[in-house]
Nanobody, 120 residues
Framework: QVQLVESGGGLVQAGGSLKLSCAASGRTFSIYSMGWFRQAPGLEREFVADIRWGTGITYYADSVKGRFTISRGNVKNTVYLQMNSLKPEDTAIYSC?????????????WGQGTQVTVSS
């Protein structure tokens, strides 16, 4: 069993920056990747970014490419999302998720989410 806890959300003006953190605990020995997703009111959850744990290779949604950076932290089993040049349309609940190497087709574990609000 794996537990994920996000932090770092808040209120920021358009053009500003936030850095989200996610810490994984439990049986994390078989991590394939960790990713970030977001869900805005009235919309479906969408993919934001992913980092492969073994290689460090990253993937981004086109909507955030060049503005957001996903990275692994120095602390064991942590992942960050640096968000720059934020836009009002980035407002959403951001959740981190984990894929186990035993089932890479889906993100098996999810955090509780952290609210990011970008004002005009």
């Amino acid at each position: 069993q794996v537990q994920l806890v996000e932090s770092g959300g808040g209120l920021v003006q358009a053009g500003g920056s936030l850095k989200l953190s996610c810490a994984a605990s439990g049986r994390t020995f078989s991590i394939y990747s960790m990713g970030w997703f977001r869900q805005a009111p009235g919309l479906e959850r969408e993919f934001v970014a992913d980092i492969r744990w073994g290689t460090g290779i990253t993937y981004y949604a086109d909507s955030v490419k060049g503005r957001f950076t996903i990275s692994r932290g120095n602390v064991k089993n942590t992942v960050y999302l640096q968000m720059n040049s934020l836009k009002p349309e980035d407002t959403a609940i951001y959740s981190c998720a984990l894929r186990d190497t035993r089932n890479i087709a889906r993100y098996t574990y999810w955090g509780q989410g952290t609210q990011v609000t970008v004002s005009s």
